[in-house]
């Protein structure tokens, strides 16, 4: 997996690997296609996985921010002479803020996300011309695949960090 998280730098890389890359006259390549696909499919999913994780993780929080405030009366006394404690004050205070912060790193993690698309026909087409055999050009075009399947988990895995430090920050507030 590249190391970058840059998009353009994990496409130079992949590229670069798929350019120097020369398949050998007579071997079956067909089958390393399909896993490109499998693999593909599966750092797709892997962003929707996240996206869907940090989007129940915003309704946590707003139903959160709703049941906040009863809960904060409730534990408030009911003699309007009598102050709160400056301990419980800090506790609320300190909820609300991680609460918001919370919600900060669960809208960022569901944002849309900048991806790498597959490359067009046009490349396909090029690189089916360049090769006299169908699997020579299968083996080549597998490797251009791994750009974009490598740059989706990296996505995913940089999104999937902040629904993370979301769900921290939101167990402190439960626990504050």
Not at 41 to 48: D, K, L, N, P, V
Not at 133 to 140: L, P, Q
């Amino acid at each position: 997996m590249a190391t970058s998280g840059n998009p353009s730098q994990i496409r130079e890389e992949w590229f670069g690997k798929a350019n120097a890359y020369t398949p050998k006259k007579g071997t079956e390549y067909g089958w390393v296609l399909d896993y490109a696909k499998l693999r593909l499919g599966w750092a797709t999913e892997s962003i929707h996985r996240v996206d869907s994780k940090a989007l129940e993780l915003v309704k946590v929080i707003l139903i959160s921010f709703a049941g906040f405030w009863p809960a904060i009366k409730l534990l408030s006394p009911a003699d309007p002479k009598v102050h709160p404690s400056q301990c419980f004050l800090v506790l609320v205070g300190c909820a609300y803020l991680s609460l918001f912060i919370s919600g900060l790193f669960a809208l960022w993690a569901y944002l849309p996300k900048k991806r790498m698309w597959l490359v067009a026909e046009d490349m396909a087409l090029a690189c089916a011309d360049r090769f006299d055999r169908k699997d020579e050009a299968i083996a080549k075009f597998s490797q251009a695949i791994s750009a974009t399947i490598e740059s989706e988990l990296e996505t995913a895995a940089k999104y999937g960090r902040k629904t993370r430090i979301s769900i921290g920050f939101l167990l402190l507030a439960l626990f504050s």
